[in-house]
């Protein structure tokens, strides 16, 4: 079955420091992979997505950004991060015949 | 571009009684898929239901069963004999095909619906 591991499950940032989250699928190739962002009781945000490596699509203007240097690795990065940038970030996976499958997420919190 | 719509941001119902949670889409497309997913606590997205457009007849799994009007571009999701583990957010999401890119789609959230079950 289709498996997303995600981490990490927390992490506290300073202001202007770096970030880097990792997503990688298990049990599916070439799968369409989505990152997600979610702040505090609200919906899930779409922010990047990625049809194959190297091939990256953003759907919001932000302070990230996203790689995809394998094809069942996807990473949301940034060079130095804002208070605006807390939030539960949510790593996704989708395949015709599998459907989606979500990562556990990770709850960033910027200080 | 497709949104969709939950006008609930929270309901409770009591423990064994039967609840409907409401979802509005807005889309040009024929052909699509709509589901309903669960977030616990836990915050891990968990799929409820799902619903192929092309499909007359209402999904149903266990005791959820959706109501799917598409004329009315309406999905909405009906929890029979309430259990205190269903109390989550409830969140209805619409399968979008990404423009220019054969075979890629993509979900679009709703608001989501916090739902309380009361003993």
């Known amino acids: 079955s289709q498996t997303i591991h995600q981490w990490p499950a927390t992490l506290v940032q300073p202001v202007g420091s770096p970030l880097s989250l990792e997503c990688t699928v298990e049990?599916?190739?070439?799968?369409?992979l989505y990152w997600y962002r979610q702040a505090a009781g609200r919906g899930l945000q779409l922010l990047f997505y990625?049809?194959?490596?190297?091939?990256i699509s953003s759907e919001v203007p932000q302070n990230l950004s996203a790689s995809r240097p394998q094809d069942r690795q996807f990473i949301l990065s940034s060079k130095k991060l804002l208070l605006s940038d807390s939030g539960f970030y949510l790593c996704?996976?989708?395949?015709?015949?599998?459907?989606?499958?979500f990562g556990s997420g990770t709850r960033l919190t910027v200080v | 571009a497709q949104t969709v719509t939950q006008s609930q941001p929270e309901m409770s119902v009591q423990e064994a009684e039967t609840v409907t949670l409401s979802c509005t889409y807005d889309t040009s497309e024929s052909d699509y898929y709509l589901f309903w997913y669960k977030q616990p606590p836990s915050r891990q997205m968990i799929l409820v239901i799902r619903?192929?457009?092309?499909?007359?007849q209402n999904a149903t799994e266990n005791r959820f069963s959706v109501n799917f009007q598409k004329a009315a571009k309406s999905f909405s999701l009906k929890i029979s004999d309430s259990q205190l583990g269903d109390a989550a957010m409830y969140f209805c999401a619409y399968r979008s095909a990404i423009p220019g890119i054969q075979g890629a789609q993509k979900l679009v959230f709703g608001q989501g619906t916090r739902l309380t079950i009361n003993p």
């Open positions: 990625s049809v194959g490596i190297g091939q």
């Open positions: 996704a996976a989708a395949q015709a015949i599998r459907g989606y499958t």
């Open positions: 049990g599916t190739s070439n799968p369409n």
């Open positions: 619903q192929e457009a092309y499909k007359q």
